[in-house]
């Protein structure tokens, strides 16, 4: 991703869980309230225009999208909606992009990093509630890693977009912390949608349609995992630190952050089983944190 195109990253919001007839102007007229906005669209069906009950919004600045999601809750049109930061394409293809959490974990840590250090630095994206350095037990030296808590899931995807950084002038990689309950969570909506996409494609066979309900492809719904839950003890970490590797590039994507496009082409990554088989990637890079 270029410079430009990441500067337009961080201006943009993606909105679930909208009701079917908030239009465009809908939530124009409600964002509006946080800044100029440059672009918004409501995501619609491309053949039957019906509303797949999501859009996006982008922001003339970055710093308006902080004071849009700093005034949550939103309740547009009788019904509170769930707005996130939009993430890259790249980003949208992860397991753990479209869980919300509280708690983040970070590889690269050093001798010379404290709790201190990491709460301060880690104050500029929210109120910290928890810093964790995980140290060895029998040698009492740093394992490499440590887990950050805040107290809203929104500081966590704004660590997250940002993916490296540098901390006392050593790079730290950043990503969701996922506890053993979420991930249960994944590899079983990894089935569901397995097995809609197995009948979706039974029914094209048959000559009754297509696939591309209003259920399928929605990752920020009403039905998706509740903010916050994950924080127990038992935690899926990133099981050793990365300083050169797992942030990968940018890469190319569209207007839309990872979502799709207003010509319906959103959530291909998403509906196609070869980039989201959490049950065959997932375990290569998540392991328990003991």
Known sequence: MSTLQKEEQNRKIFI??????????????????????????????????????????????PDMVNAAMASRPHVIDGKEVEPKR??????????????????????GIKDEHTEEMLRDYFSKYGSVVEVDIKVDQATGKKRG????????????????????????????????ALSK????????QDVDRQQREARSRGMMRGGYGS??????????GGGGIPHGRGNKN?????AAPSPMSG????GAQDNWGGYGSPSGQWGNSWNQGSSWNQSKCLHQFLAVIR
């Open 234 to 238: 038992t935690l899926l970490g990133w």
């Open 16 to 61: 679930g869980g909208i009701t079917l007839k908030t239009t465009d102007e809908d939530l124009k007229e409600f964002y509006s309230k946080w800044g100029d906005i440059t672009d918004v669209v409501v995501m619609r069906d491309p053949v039957t225009k019906r509303s797949r009950g999501f859009g996006f919004v982008t922001y003339a600045e």
């Open 181 to 188: 309950e979420e991930m249960k969570r994944i590899q079983q």
């Open 211 to 220: 696939p591309g309900g209003p259920d399928m492809g929605i990752p920020y």
């Open 247 to 250: 942030g990968g590039g940018w």
């Open 145 to 176: 890693f440590a887990f950050v808590t805040f107290d809203d899931y929104d500081p966590v995807d704004r660590v997250v977009l940002e993916r490296s950084h540098m901390i006392d002038s050593k790079r730290c990689d950043v990503k969701k």
């Open 86 to 107: 939009a993430m890259p394409k790249d980003v949208m293809n992860k397991p753990e992009a479209h869980v919300s959490v509280k708690k983040v974990y970070i590889s």
